[in-house]
């Protein structure tokens, strides 16, 4: 699959990243002698960021090109992203440009404003296809266009983890820019009458508010906030607000130098100390943190990781053994020298044999049903270092699984095919309700036994040094 990128600018960037780090090729035009540093800067945080939010490899990352020629970049593509400046006769130059390219290409225009009316008066079908930066970590796009172009639109967005949301009537600004446009015009009032400087409207949004947006959005969180009575007793009681003088919406302060260098100035000196790639890393580390604590729920943006994390394919076998996980080492498993903690080399063993139970069968429905398997003891062998970013594989061997049993010998390998760690772990079947050990039912064990016997021959360096032995 082939994704083409017609303005290479920190959006353009943003979607460069997505598709190349799903698997996609990824052709980009931009006539700016710069734009091949940029988006390569933009794509580095990226491959630091985006795998860090998933539990499994995501696919080999596709071919990136640079292309001097609109038409070759878009050729053979099958979406095309346009992410020009924001200038309406820019795009009516550009737009047709592509279209007559791209053949039956979806093309997508990142535009935050402009409709597809407006988009599209030189004859073209552009759909509106509004992200959010940055653009290969949020999974927001917001859809506007012709009906069956957003559904095929669609599809192609959820199968490189985004989450498209089909606008219902084409508006000025879509939505959700429309809602920050509304946050943004207040906040101006608030710095240029003196009564809150921009670091003090960030503390109030990122202290509040904002974490409460993150998982339940506006209405769910006011829905919350009326109690057992719900919305209507929320909207009784606060919608008498709405006529008081509590906003400045319909008012817009004068965009002019004094109010720039009031605002620039006040920004400077809450961040200016820090570089934009710093301040985009330390951005990215927030959000991926945060999105991976929306997972455990499936709440929110972390709902849409869950989902598209289960749609990849499944890792295959190495050596003759099942891949039982494979994934990018996050910074969060790492220390000061940028090497993954040694507690973490457990974790990854313990990611793998969940994975085997359920191979085997003994998954979350055999779990509910009151049955599961529970370690008992681990020897780690640490062979070599990890790094911060390194694709990591396990591998897993059965030593033994008779009777309530099931003894493994995990294998942890770097990317570059070093093998830097064994776990090997001793695992008793367990009667969830008594909380007594127990046998497996005659399914779960018939596939342990069968594993065994594959593995038997198979040597196992390292192992039977400590678990299983006997007590002395």
């Known amino acids: 699959m082939k994704a083409a990128i017609v303005g290479g600018g920190v959006i353009g960037g943003g979607w460069a990243a997505r598709f190349l780090l799903n698997g996609w090729d990824v052709a980009v035009f931009d006539p700016d002698p710069q734009a091949e540093r940029k988006i390569g800067e933009v794509i580095a945080n990226a491959r630091r960021a985006l795998p860090a939010l998933y539990d499994r490899a995501l696919p080999p990352e596709g071919r990136l090109s640079f292309h001097a020629d609109l038409a070759t970049a878009v050729a053979g593509a099958q979406w095309v992203q346009e992410s020009v400046p924001e200038s309406l006769p820019l ?18 225009s990142s535009t935050s404003g402009f409709k597809p009316s407006e988009l599209n008066q030189a004859g073209t079908n552009a759909v509106v296809a509004h992200p959010f930066n940055p653009v290969y970590l949020l999974p927001l796009v917001e859809l506007v266009g012709d009906a069956a172009t957003c559904a095929r639109a669609a599809d192609i967005l959820r199968g490189i983890g985004m989450f498209p949301l089909i606008v219902r009537k084409e508006i000025d600004a879509h939505i959700a820019d429309r809602l920050l446009e509304a946050v943004w015009r207040e906040a101006l009032w608030l710095v240029k009458d003196g009564i809150a400087t921009t670091e003090e409207i960030d503390e109030s949004i990122r202290m509040a508010f904002g974490i409460r947006w993150a998982q339940m959005g506006l209405f769910e969180t006011y829905r919350i906030a009326g109690g057992e009575a719900g919305m209507k007793h929320f909207m009784a009681q606060f919608g008498p607000a709405l006529s ?11 965009f002019n130098d004094e109010l720039v260098d009031l605002i620039a100035g006040q920004s400077d000196a809450q961040s200016g100390h820090l570089s934009i790639r710093d301040l985009e890393r330390l951005r990215d580390d927030n959000v991926v943190g945060m999105i991976r604590a929306l997972r455990r729920s499936g709440s929110g943006a972390g709902g849409v990781v869950r989902d598209h994390e289960a749609s990849l394919p499944e890792p295959g076998e190495k050596a003759g053994l099942p891949v039982t996980a494979t994934r990018q080492v996050p910074v969060t498993w790492t220390d000061y020298n940028g090497h993954m903690n040694e507690t973490h080399y457990l974790e990854a063993a313990s990611l793998a044999t969940d994975r085997f139970m359920e191979m085997v069968g003994a998954d979350a429905g055999y779990v509910a049903s009151g049955k599961s398997y529970f370690t008992v003891e681990n020897h780690i062998r640490y062979l070599d270092e990890i790094h911060a970013g390194d694709r990591l594989t396990v591998t897993t061997q059965v030593l033994g699984g008779q009777g309530k049993k099931m003894h493994l010998f995990h294998r942890l390998w770097r990317g570059d095919g070093t093998l830097a760690a064994t776990v090997e772990t001793m695992l008793l079947h367990t009667d969830l309700t008594a909380r007594r050990t127990s046998l497996p039912d005659a399914a779960v064990a018939q596939a342990l036994s069968d594993w065994a016997a594959r593995h038997r021959d198979m040597p196992a360096e390292g192992a039977g040094r400590f678990v299983g032995q006997p007590a002395t």
């Open 91 to 108: 795009k009516h130059r550009v737009l047709p440009a592509i279209a007559a390219a791209a053949g039956d290409a979806i093309i997508g």
């Open 244 to 254: 008081w003088p509590w906003t400045k919406l319909m008012d817009v302060p004068e």
